[in-house]
């Protein structure tokens, strides 16, 4: 995810015009729908706008929508956390005089990096007081956003949202703004409230430190889905040597339950005691319960998730490398659930 790939390192026009042709979000679950044709109730109450301000401010939110999600969501970790973020953010927008708009994409990143920079730093006492690892939530997407797109797609990767969790939250701001959506300094700066030398010597940092933790990334592709396959066909007749074959000898079982859940609540390390919490979950639980497995893409990537009846009990994700499976993530915090019951549209532009 380098700066040239995010879109040719923004010039003065990346941070313009990229998203006027955007569809509108296609989640229909999230609060504050605001745009509709009409503001609607967003709206009522905001002093000195007429009708067509209000269709002004909604179509232009819209049109953006998916790309200030995926920025709320890429500095938060979570689907919902985001959704309120862009609630929040528009009503904030529907205050704001256009005339004095001179770049609507600039303003509304900027407006929506700083509500979620705010959101990230009031969860950060949450998230220390956590029982067990804390992952990022899972995301069903419009495939279609991301296939053509390996910068896009690898930034809303578990595995990338998981490094992204190491960082402070300026450098995870800095990080996201400049390598993923490729904003001058200048633009990060005036959104971080940092000087441009400083959001300069943040994103150089950050950058470093991702490099150094980041997984090896490839687009989901057949090997993928091959694998998945075969780990479906293993977990169901209980073969521990076919699973074992799929294992990389360090593959690593992290488990997300928040407490609320029977989970692990320390990462299990190595292909033979993954391989055994595997089959636990997936081989001996399913005989022995209603449990039912689907295979779905999460976060772009193959990912299984687990239901009791019609009611989602968890979603495993999985991170593919060299013909392994390096990494299970598995969130079983019913909190962390919530996003899976709608596709969500990303965006880089």
Known sequence: MSTEG?????????????AEGTAGNAVEGIAGHV???HAGRAVEGTAGHDAGDADEHAERFTALRPLLFTIAYEILGSATEADDVLQDGYLR???VDLAEVRDTRSYLAKLVTRQA????????RRREDYVGPWLPEPLLLDER???ADA??????????????????PDERAVFVLREVFGFEHGEIAAAVGKSVAAVRQTAHRARAHVQARRKRFAPLDTEAERITEQFMAATATGDLDGLLALLAPDAVWTADSGGKTTAARKPVVGAAKVAAAVLDIFHKRRTESDLRIETVTCNGAPAIAAYVEDRLEGVFLLVVAAGRITDFYAIRNPDKLLAMTGVHRISRR
Do not use: C, F
């Not at 910068?151 to 402070?168: G, I, P, Q």
């Open 6 to 18: 995010a879109g040719g390192h923004a010039d003065e026009s990346t941070a313009g015009h990229a």
């Open 35 to 37: 745009a509709e044709g």
């Open 93 to 95: 927008w529907s205050r």
């Open 117 to 124: 920079l705010n959101a990230l730093r009031a969860s950060s």
């Open 145 to 147: 956003d991301a296939s």
């Open 151 to 168: 910068v896009l797609a690898e930034s809303v990767s578990m595995a990338m949202l998981v490094v992204l969790e190491t960082l402070t």
